[in-house]
């Protein structure tokens, strides 16, 4: 599987494709294997350094030796500041903003950002020509499930034709490009959020410099430890796992973003592996005449289910173990807050007691109850029930897994087609 790291490294690699840019990597060249200092190794399939100033490369993983062109990539690079032509992309297309060109363009104007900016416009240069590139490489490999990346301004030209082309995206610190797509696109956006993951850092105000109307931006707090504002921006400044995961710091700020991973993360594992029992499937039937018996067609069936369950489960005790965690910080927090409390109100005065001072903070509606008993008592049922769920799916796939080796056990002949079809 093509990794995070994988994505960002390729990201890194389509800004060298810019003749322009002090390191421009003549090495990368169409047909060439090249390891971009990822996980995997690719096969560059076309590049393109087009005269509007967009560059861009699609490359396909090396899967045990032989290209794998069912998946592609394509990188768009971001802004290099010494291309005029990369900042007035910036300024008319990211920023709205008018320029000598857009003025002397009569069409009715559709939005103002800053100023009456058309999207025809918006899109001309650069996203027309990135468009087109994509257009091509699915023209020339359209059994490929495609996938965009790119860094800054390279991730919004990726995220626009992902929408429109209803690809997939994995990409850095891009700006949201919402407002330059097209009706359907910005629908399929909303209905597919988890296809499109702009990673950003929650300091970046580059990258976050329009909203997330596309739903496909992950906010990312990494902390203070970045230093200079501009690092916060860095393409390299991202961190990743040993498997190529892009690491998010398990803090309450970050749920949701870990959660959308985690999601993305299942939509890959699922199609990877409808992808595996469609080739099972035609192999089965290849055995036995171009048909199915009735224990192979269950054997497929519940086969999926399994691989359904199993990382549900994988992703409900995840879940449930930071949901256990957070309970039980919100119970402490709520007995801290009753102590800290009184404890203010006691030193405030002499001449009452304790039970006058619960008295009297009772007639505010601070309670021991209502702040710490009956928020503790709820949270304390979310626990038992979160583990009673976790015990379900664990006697769920019991259940399956007894099926499946009961139903292999018993058909000799299938048995033997499985062993066969894994070997």
């Known amino acids: 599987m093509i990794t995070e790291r994988d994505f960002n490294k390729v990201s890194e690699q389509a800004y060298l ?34 005269r509007s100033g967009m560059q861009a490369m699609a490359v396909a993983p090396i899967v ?40 002397v363009m009569e069409i009715k104007p559709e939005t103002r950002v800053f100023g009456r900016a058309l999207r025809s416009v918006r899109k001309s240069g650069q996203l027309h020509a990135a468009d087109a590139f994509a257009s091509r490489i699915e023209t020339e490999y359209p059994n490929a ?33 919402f407002h330059v797509l097209s009706p359907e696109a910005k629908k399929w956006a909303k209905a597919h959020p988890e296809r499109l993951m702009n990673y ?18 992950l906010l990312i707090d990494t902390g203070k430890k970045l230093g200079k504002f501009l690092r916060y921006h860095d393409l390299l400044a991202w961190k990743f796992g040993a ?44 055995r036995n005449g171009g048909s199915l018996s009735s224990n192979a067609q269950i054997y497929l069936d519940d086969s999926k289910a399994l691989a359904v369950v199993e990382r549900a489960q994988s992703d409900f005790v995840q879940m449930t173990s930071q949901m256990i965690q957070l309970y039980r910080v919100a119970m402490q ?45 709820e949270y304390s ?17 019991n259940q399956i897994r007894q099926k499946i080796t009961g139903l292999v056990q018993q058909d000799a002949e299938l048995a033997e087609q499985i062993q066969g079809l894994m070997g």
Request: with cysteine; aromatic share 10%; charged share 30%.
């Open 17 to 50: 494709q810019d003749k322009k840019h002090p390191d421009y990597d003549i090495r990368a060249k169409e047909n060439d294997i090249k390891s971009f200092g990822g996980d995997t190794d690719f096969k560059v399939l076309h590049t393109i350094n087009h």
């Open 64 to 103: 045990d030796g032989q290209v794998d062109t069912s998946e592609v990539v394509i990188a768009y690079a971001g802004t290099n500041s010494s291309d005029i032509q990369d900042l007035e992309t910036d300024v008319r297309t990211v920023g709205g903003a008018l320029t000598p060109h857009s003025l």
């Open 145 to 177: 499930k495609i996938t965009t990346t790119g860094h800054s301004l390279g991730e919004y030209t990726g995220l626009y034709v992902a929408a429109e082309h209803h690809f997939e995206n994995v990409g850095f610190n891009g700006p949201d490009p």
């Open 200 to 217: 950003r850092n929650r300091g970046d105000f580059i990258g976050n410099f329009r909203e997330n109307r596309t739903g496909a931006g």
């Open 243 to 286: 498997a190529g995961n892009l690491l998010i710091p398990e803090t309450e700020e970050n749920l949701f973003a870990r959660m959308k991973q985690r999601n993305h993360d299942n939509f890959i594992f699922f199609q990877d592996k409808l992808k595996f029992f469609r080739l099972a499937e035609r192999r089965l039937k290849a």
């Open 333 to 377: 927090d709520a007995r801290l807050t009753w102590d800290e409390t009184f404890n203010q109100a006691r030193s405030a005065t002499t001449e009452l007691s304790d039970g006058e001072i619960r008295e009297w903070l009772g007639h505010t509606g601070f309670t021991y109850r209502s702040v710490v008993r009956d928020p503790c008592n």
């Open 381 to 397: 049922a979310n626990i038992r029930e979160l583990e009673t769920f976790s015990e379900r799916f664990l006697d769920l796939l």
